[in-house]
């Protein structure tokens, strides 16, 4: 890596070079590194890997942005590149995060017919689901190897499938549809478990709950419907809730007995259950209605992405914003939070993946320029690969998702504390061993 620029303040630059020349020391120095933005190839081969670069947690994220504001340059660096940024400096000059080398793309699952718009992964780490606007939902295995096999098709659905979610044992699949329907799989099996068109609407949401038993639905017909799809029965009635406006996105909240509810008509996310009572509402930030929603896994944050293209962060215990997350170029469609809760991402409709640090608020990453809209992006739980559902740019008649490796370090296991070596104790009755007398 080359310096293109050394400033030094107060000094005429003649002075600069001479002290420079005679080794002197150099007083408030900013180096300030400037790389072309590097293109990303549409042809990767499987299993290929750029460089990691310096995560931003490291040099970049630390004390700095204390006022919340994302640096605006998030500069595209050459595969291979290492930016190290002064902390003390990130508030008053760009960023170089070096997207393309902190995040490499390995491969694309392809074999839907036209592009994808929802993705999940199994909590075991073991199952990879993509839905798209094929109708399809295609199964791939992930062993411990980072090695992806399409294992099943899925068909049935007569619209595109707009969401995927795996229950807590990983055992089964439910997918929603814009056809108004949800489809249950038996993973073990590949059979159908369970099925229904009670919606009016595309159904923008299913979750399972802790048991695996019930799987929940939103749509955009305004209702919320629960459905015992473990022990399924023939004209089963649903728990229901007519909300009343079209629901954007749904997530049980943590108390496991409300859940919290984005809608189409407002800007805030309210905490409900389904006789409608409000317990919590989250408001005051976003301008434009909320698109998204996630919790992290320790419980304790919300956080939501809006068509005004902000994310925010919430403490659900007090029900306040943390940090406002700016950087997307269009309404943001998706939200997840890592195993560890130290990093999210979000997917826009501006086509970037921006990876963030969940306690800082700084973007370390952004990916672009393979996606026209990103729709859902989702971290495997060991933390080394990153899943994206979106519309390709010109992949012909194929398309599918992209698989992206993270940085090693996210997920390098920790080295385990060296223990002193015990003392030795002097063996009784034993003389000291006299040292030998310096030779002059």
């Known amino acids: 890596m080359k310096m293109i620029s050394i400033f030094l303040r107060n000094k005429p630059l003649i002075a600069s070079a001479l002290l420079w020349a005679a080794g002197a020391s150099l007083n408030h120095l900013v180096a300030q590194t400037k790389q072309p933005a590097a293109k990303q190839s549409t042809t990767v081969k499987p299993g290929g890997a750029g460089k990691p670069g310096t995560p931003a947690n490291g040099p970049v994220g630390k004390g700095a942005n204390s006022d919340n504001r994302i640096p605006k340059s998030a500069v595209t660096g050459t595969p291979g590149d290492t930016a190290l940024v002064d902390s003390a400096v990130v508030a008053n000059l760009p960023v170089i995060l070096h997207t393309d080398t902190i995040f490499a793309l390995q491969e ?30 295609l199964l791939y295995s992930l062993d411990s190897n980072g090695v992806f096999k399409l294992v099943q098709t899925f068909a049935g659905h007569n619209g595109a499938v707009t969401c995927l979610a795996f229950d807590a044992q990983s055992t089964m699949l439910a997918s929603g549809s814009k056809d108004f329907s949800l489809r249950v799989v038996d993973l073990a099996t590949g059979a159908l478990k369970f099925q229904t068109m009670d919606h ?59 859940f919290y509810i984005a809608n189409n008509s407002n800007n805030d996310v309210e905490s409900i259950d389904f006789t409608g009572k409000v317990y919590q509402r989250f408001a005051g930030v976003h301008i434009m209605p909320v698109n998204c929603l996630a919790i992290s896994n320790s419980k304790r944050l919300l956080v939501t992405g809006g068509n005004d293209k902000v994310v925010v962060i919430w403490d659900i215990a007090t029900g306040k914003p943390l940090k406002t997350l700016v950087g997307h170029g269009w309404k943001v469609n998706s939200v997840s939070f890592s195993r560890n809760d130290q990093y999210l991402v979000s997917t826009g409709n501006d086509g970037e993946v921006r990876v963030w640090d969940a306690n800082t608020g700084i973007c370390v990453s952004v990916q672009k320029n393979l996606i026209t809209a ?13 899943i994206v559902a979106g519309k390709m740019v010109a992949q012909g008649s194929t398309y599918g998702a992209l698989v992206y490796s993270t940085p090693p370090i996210w997920h390098m296991a920790k080295p385990k504390p060296v223990k002193p070596e015990p003392i030795k104790s002097a063996t009784p009755g034993a003389k000291p061993t006299p040292k030998p007398a310096p030779k002059r």
């Open 108 to 137: 694309k699952l392809m074999g839907h017919t036209s592009s994808t718009e929802s993705a999940a992964i199994s909590p075991n780490g073991k199952w990879v689901a993509t839905g798209g606007w094929d109708r399809k939902v």
């Open 200 to 258: 009016k609407d595309a159904i923008t949401a299913v979750e399972f709950d802790a048991s695996g038993k019930f799987a929940m639905t939103s749509s955009a017909d305004g209702t919320i419907r629960l459905y015992d799809v473990a022990t399924p029965t023939n004209n089963q009635k649903p728990r229901f809730y007519a909300y009343g406006k079209p629901v954007n996105d749904l997530i049980t909240a943590p108390n496991g007995k409300t």
């Open 374 to 386: 990103a729709r859902e992006a989702v971290f495997t739980p060991n933390m080394k690969r990153m």
